[in-house]
């Protein structure tokens, strides 16, 4: 397979992923309300505090990230790995998270095909596409 086939497959399935990911609380329909909005839930006890609007922030800066990612601009190959690596720090300081199997696999794909456009964007030929 291309390179060019493997990037855009891999950036295409870690963004639907990454949205279900991040609604995927929601779509248990066949939980209790109470269960959905355990799931939906994060920072217990954090030792640094952002507000929901910041995680709203984040998801939309990287949908725009995965879209420049997709038609080969420079500036959002940096947004791209600039919030994935904040992402890290980001997530081991804003506390405890809940959720289900389901999505600690999903979020363990998401990170591997990241790993893989990141490779791909920089350190094979199509990092001359960037533009």
């Known amino acids: 397979m291309k390179l ?3 990037y855009q497959i891999s950036l295409i399935a870690s963004c639907l992923l990454y949205l279900g990911y991040w609604f995927a609380p929601w779509l248990y329909g066949y939980l209790d309300s109470e269960s959905q909005g355990i799931l939906s839930y994060g920072g217990i006890k954090a030792s640094f505090y952002l507000p ?3 995680w709203d922030l984040f998801l939309v800066l990287n949908l725009i990230a995965y879209l420049g990612m997709f038609l080969f601009r420079k500036v959002f190959r940096t947004l791209y790995v600039t919030l994935i690596v904040l992402s890290y720090p980001l997530a081991s300081l804003s506390g405890m998270v809940v959720m ?3 999505e600690g696999v999903i ?3 998401v990170a591997l095909l990241d790993g893989v456009v990141i490779t791909l964007a920089y350190l094979t030929e199509l990092r001359n596409k960037f533009y």
Do not use: H, P
Request: proline fraction near 0%.
């Open 4 to 6: 060019l086939k493997i």
């Open 52 to 54: 929901d609007w910041f």
């Open 100 to 102: 289900t199997g389901v």
């Open 107 to 109: 979020i363990s794909i």
